[in-house]
């Protein structure tokens, strides 16, 4: 059985695999003793963001102004408890996006996002409440109707600032929705979230000027304090004042613009003292392109070749008018960028073996990650999926480097066939090819997925079936 393929060989299933490389149990215990120690330290992560949620509760009956004495003061009390409760979870939200390195290198940007987006919903509802609630409240100790009691509300300034704030987030948490997200430009997606920042400066005045739990001189506005102070200025240094500081130093710009197919081309882009950055294969940047007409799109693209100190190389597809300008690049055009982003590396790896599946564009990220990959001859299987022969950029690349190490690459062109196998071609899932026949021993390696959204989804839950572990699957998605 040879080790290698051709592009034109297609994934044909087998019974067993007699000539897979023998376990490396020394070595699967460094990769997974490794894991244990990062996942550990991500889990302590999540206890201190649920920590702060108890800690905001903490405040309010530490503080001496708790009264439940009528139905009014309980109903206040609820509203309170729920302001900051959502208030904190906002924050939290604000930290998880800021690509702060250290969560980055523990749960991945992507990881990161995902726990992001599942907080905005209950963070909305929580403040609604804590409006809601403390208008009903305040107006039942009052003995006032609710339209009065808001009414007077609004006319406190600071009272005001916080409605302003409520309504940004009520623009970023309806722009997430999946339905409306994908009507929306990136553009007008992005910038309503921009809205999160400002809405979190707005809330500031009415929290410290409103009641006496967070009073001048307490230890309670100053904990409050440090916590704004700890997610918004994250913002301010990792997402903005640490990027620029790395595109000024490194001073990247276009080298040169190759085509590879159409509506395909790699950017070759050379700077200075790039290995600083410590990027490597797998991972992704935020790029920005200071040329007419793409100046103000920042675009998050994988690296398609190993770093150098003086070099990086993307892959990039037309997906959209940004996308095709980059075709039109010239030579010399300024580049910034916040990077590098991600944990589809060997970092996040378990085991010896390696299986890897990439559709389409998707190969970029693969190709660099294979480049400086660690492992013995024969422990690595590739799977290549395309639609076409013209979705087969980088193929050769990732072909010769197996052959080079004695590796096996499996390709899989055509339309998609149907039932478990559908992430491969008709052909290939007619005859009975699944992620258990073209991957050998998937319960004791690590598979690394990276293409579309359904097709990715279909190769996930194909290798779950097979037997590989929640823990040994590695992704890269492409949303935004």
């Given at each position: 059985m040879t080790t290698t393929t051709n592009r034109r060989t297609t994934a044909q299933p087998r019974a067993a695999w007699s000539d897979a490389p023998p376990a490396h149990p020394r070595s699967d215990r460094v990769f997974r003793s490794r894991q244990r120690r990062r996942r550990g330290a991500a889990d302590l992560l999540a206890i201190l963001a649920w920590a702060s949620a108890a800690m905001a509760v903490t405040l309010w009956l530490v503080s001496g102004t708790v009264d439940l004495s009528g139905v009014g003061q309980v109903v206040t009390a609820a509203g309170i408890v729920a302001g900051l409760i959502g208030t904190d979870l906002i924050l939290v939200m604000l930290v998880l996006a800021a690509?702060?390195?250290?969560?980055?290198?523990?749960?991945?940007?992507?990881?990161?996002?995902v726990q992001h987006g599942k907080l905005g919903k209950p963070s909305l509802y929580l403040l609604l409440a804590h409006g809601a609630l403390l208008i009903v409240g305040y107006a039942l100790e009052s003995h006032e109707n609710v339209l009065a009691?808001?009414?007077?509300?609004?006319?406190?300034?600071?009272?005001?600032?916080?409605?302003?704030?409520?309504?940004?987030?009520?623009?970023?948490?309806w722009t997430s929705?999946?339905?409306?997200?994908?009507?929306?430009?990136?553009?007008?997606?992005?910038?309503?979230?921009?809205?999160?920042?400002?809405?979190?400066?707005?809330?500031?005045?009415?929290?410290?000027?409103?009641?006496?739990m967070l009073a001048h001189g307490t230890w309670e506005r100053v904990y409050w304090i440090v916590l704004y102070v700890v997610a918004l200025g994250s913002i301010a240094v990792f997402r903005f004042g640490l990027p620029a500081v790395r595109s000024l130093r490194h001073r990247v710009v276009v080298d040169r613009v190759?085509?590879?197919?159409?509506?395909?081309?790699?950017?070759?882009?050379?700077?200075?003292?790039?290995?600083?950055?410590?990027?490597?294969?797998?991972?992704?940047f935020m790029w920005r392109f200071w040329a007419a007409g793409s100046w103000w799109h920042a675009h998050p693209i994988s690296l398609s070749a190993a770093p150098t100190d003086t070099g990086m190389?993307?892959?990039?597809?037309?997906?959209?008018?940004?996308?095709?300008?980059?075709?039109?690049?010239?030579?010399?055009?300024?580049?910034?960028?916040?990077?590098?982003?991600?944990?589809?590396?060997?970092?996040?790896?378990?085991?010896?073996?390696i299986a890897v599946a990439a559709s389409g564009i998707g190969v970029t990220p693969v190709r660099a990650f294979l480049e400086r990959l660690d492992a013995p001859p024969g422990?690595?299987?590739i799977l290549l999926r395309g639609r076409n022969e013209r979705e087969t950029y980088l193929w050769d690349e990732v072909i010769a480097w197996a052959r080079s190490r004695g590796h096996r690459v499996f390709t899989s062109i055509g339309p998609r066939g149907r039932g478990t196998g559908g992430w491969l071609a008709a052909g290939d899932t007619a005859r009975g090819a699944s992620a258990a026949s073209v991957f050998p021993?998937?319960?004791?390696?690590?598979?690394y997925i990276c293409g579309p959204g359904n097709w990715s989804d279909l190769v996930e839950q194909d290798a779950l079936r097979a037997g590989l572990p929640v823990a040994h699957l590695h992704r890269e998605r492409f949303d935004w």
């Open positions: 690509r702060i390195p250290v969560i980055d290198r523990l749960v991945g940007h992507d990881a990161a996002m009691e808001s009414v007077a509300l609004w006319r406190t300034p600071d009272v005001l600032l916080s409605f302003l704030a409520l309504a940004g987030f009520i623009a970023v948490v929705i999946v339905a409306v997200r994908r009507v929306l430009p990136y553009e007008a997606w992005h910038g309503i979230h921009l809205l999160s920042y400002v809405a979190g400066g707005l809330a500031i005045p009415h929290q410290l000027s409103e009641g006496q190759e085509g590879l197919a159409d509506g395909v081309v790699s950017l070759h882009l050379r700077g200075r003292d790039l290995s600083r950055l410590r990027a490597t294969g797998g991972q992704f190389r993307i892959t990039v597809r037309a997906l959209g008018r940004g996308s095709a300008q980059l075709a039109h690049l010239r030579p010399g055009t300024p580049v910034s960028f916040a990077g590098p982003y991600g944990v589809f590396t060997e970092a996040t790896r378990t085991s010896t073996r422990a690595v299987t021993d998937l319960a004791h390696s690590d598979l």
